[in-house]
T-cell receptor, first 110, second 115 residues
Framework: DGGITQSPKYLFRKEGQNVTLSCEQN?????MYWYRQDPGQGLRLIYY???????QKGDIAEGYSVSREKKESFPLTVTSAQKNPTAFYLC?????????FGSGTRLTVV | GENVEQHPSTLSVQEGDSAVIKCTYS??????FPWYKQELGKRPQLIID?????GEKKDQRIAVTLNKTAKHFSLHITETQPEDSAVYFC??????????????FGSGTQLTVLP
């Protein structure tokens, strides 16, 4: 069953802590994306990767980092530099028929 | 870069009525316009898309129209049902080699269908 898997579904972060959100796809897609969604707002692009070992900043990259060591995996790290990380995070990959989204990770600062 | 504006931000209709959501885009090179439906706490799901070589596309109760000259496109839902209640996002992109590229999203419309 092809698709994108995000984990965990819920994540709690303490002040000053780094946390990593997982995104794995078995669709053989080259391009992958991370979006942040705040309540009542649209999807804002954090980082994207068109190919393995390459990634680019999106519109709101400050306080986040990514890696793309494998085609299947595109993890997102929310660093302590991100002052307002509470949000819903969506990973996506792109193929011929457009975007496929993961089920999201809801991150809350405690 | 591309900028997509979406209106209205909230929309309430009576069950059975029609709903229309409008989007404008800024990049005249954009040629792929998908619409996504997102239910609360879930992932966005593609419901319909249109490419710039057509002006209208219909799928049962859902239709999308595109005006390339004016750079706007709209989603039309007829005979609305309570299960249509969700947030709807428009998006724009350039197709390259037949495949979609990075999408720019509108800010979303919360549609509520009242029974």
């Amino acid at each position: 069953d092809g698709g994108i898997t995000q984990s965990p579904k819920y994540l709690f972060r303490k002040e000053g802590q780094n946390v990593t959100l997982s995104c794995e796809q078995n669709l053989n897609h080259d391009a992958m994306y991370w979006y942040r969604q705040d309540p009542g707002q649209g999807l804002r692009l954090i980082y994207y990767s068109q190919i393995v070992n390459d990634f680019q900043k999106g519109d709101i990259a400050e306080g986040y980092s990514v890696s793309r060591e494998k085609k299947e995996s595109f993890p997102l790290t929310v660093t302590s530099a991100q002052k307002n990380p509470t949000a819903f995070y969506l990973c996506a990959s792109i193929g011929y028929y457009g975007y496929t989204f993961g089920s999201g990770t809801r991150l809350t600062v405690v | 870069g591309e900028n997509v504006e979406q209106h209205p931000s909230t929309l309430s209709v009576q069950e059975g009525d029609s709903a229309v959501i409008k989007c404008t885009y800024s990049d005249s090179a954009s040629n792929y316009f998908p619409w996504y439906k997102q239910e609360l706490g879930k992932r966005p799901q593609l419901i319909i898309d249109i490419r710039s070589n057509v002006g209208e596309k219909k799928d049962q109760r859902i239709a999308v129209t595109l005006n390339k000259t004016a750079k706007h496109f709209s989603l039309h839902i007829t005979e609305t049902q309570p299960e249509d209640s969700a947030v709807y996002f428009c998006a724009a992109s350039r197709l390259a080699s037949g495949s979609a590229r990075q999408l720019t999203f509108g800010s979303g419309t919360q549609l509520t269908v009242l029974p």
